[in-house]
Nanobody, 126 residues
Framework: QVRLVESGGGLVQAGGSLRLSCTASGRTLTLYSMGWFRQAPGKEREFVAAISWSGGSTSSADSVKGRFTISRDIVKNTVYLQMNSLKSEDTAVYYC???????????????????WGQGTQVTVSS
């Protein structure tokens, strides 16, 4: 059984930083790409960042490029999202997800991911 558990969300002032963690069990990160998505109230879930199965490539949405960094620790089977220079528009519930297929680079489409975490709330006050 695959399980993803996120942590690290909270309330932060604009300009501040947070690091989100997502620990996976039942699926190894060395075979599957991982993604971070977010959903703000009244909005669609949107792609934030992804890391490939090898860890050798990452991608991120234009809205977070230069501010957010995705990384992973294969020993801990954990993916991280380091978020710097946070803005009020980054306020959302953040979800991690694991690719439905092995050996891919990490898609921007939520439909390409089959297991999701419960989400962690990030609130940025202006």
């Amino acid at each position: 059984q695959v399980r993803l558990v996120e942590s690290g969300g909270g309330l932060v002032q604009a300009g501040g930083s947070l690091r989100l963690s997502c620990t996976a069990s039942g699926r190894t990160l060395t075979l599957y790409s991982m993604g971070w998505f977010r959903q703000a109230p009244g909005k669609e879930r949107e792609f934030v960042a992804a890391i490939s199965w090898s860890g050798g490539s990452t991608s991120s949405a234009d809205s977070v490029k230069g501010r957010f960094t995705i990384s992973r620790d294969i020993v801990k089977n954990t993916v991280y999202l380091q978020m710097n220079s946070l803005k009020s528009e980054d306020t959302a519930v953040y979800y991690c997800a694991t690719d439905r297929k092995k050996f891919r680079s990490g898609s921007r489409l939520s439909t390409e991911y089959d297991y999701w975490g419960q989400g962690t709330q990030v609130t940025v006050s202006s």
